[in-house]
């Protein structure tokens, strides 16, 4: 089985651009959830998307959102992006509810210059 | 807001035993408690779950008290290759009582020497 994937990997942007970063979850899992790493705040919970709906959503402001296709896929976008979203994304998905493992996959590290 | 603590870092030698604790003050009433495993350019990876008392599985032991308001990971006989980011993650009691954030520990770095 496939595990989840993030692309792009790697990308850089300025301040004030958009970014979209997209998750293909494992096959079967419903459940995907992001969240940012940084070596300050560490890792911290973006939002959570099952079957298409927002379920669970973090502190972050308004610039942060993110959608879910039917086919489980996920997409976050970040808009006029700042130094301080400068940042390792994750994405995880899972089979089952809260309590379901989580399978993260390597990240999309987003550079703002 | 719940705040989930770890030590910054600790430090063993192979084949010792290694016992790494989370402070979660707020966790959820029906949250469970689950340890990840994080090394350098890789996602986090499970290593266990528990809700109460103790949960053992081939790598590690998960206590929890009663009052789960901590809970201790503890890995046998560590080797090299256990050097790595271990994370604590549980719920955040929501106030409306319906969502349930997930809130991660600050992060422990265990290095294992030989």
Known sequence: KAGVTQTPRYLIKTRGQQVTLSCSPISGHRSVSWY??????GLQFLFEYFSETQRNKGNFPGRFSGRQFSNSRSEMNVSTLELGDSALYLCASRDRGITGELFFGEGSRLTVL | LAKTTQPISMDSYEGQEVNITCSHNNIATNDYITWY??????????????????????VASLFIPADRKSSTLSLPRVSLSDTAVYYCLV??????????KLIFGTGTLLAVQP
């Open chain 2, 37 to 58: 495993q994080q090394f350098p350019s890789q996602g986090p990876r499970f290593i266990i779950q528990g809700y109460k008392t103790k949960v053992t599985n081939e």
């Open chain 2, 91 to 100: 719920g955040d009691r929501d106030y409306g009582g319906a969502t349930n």
């Open chain 1, 36 to 41: 940012q790493q940084t070596p300050g705040q």
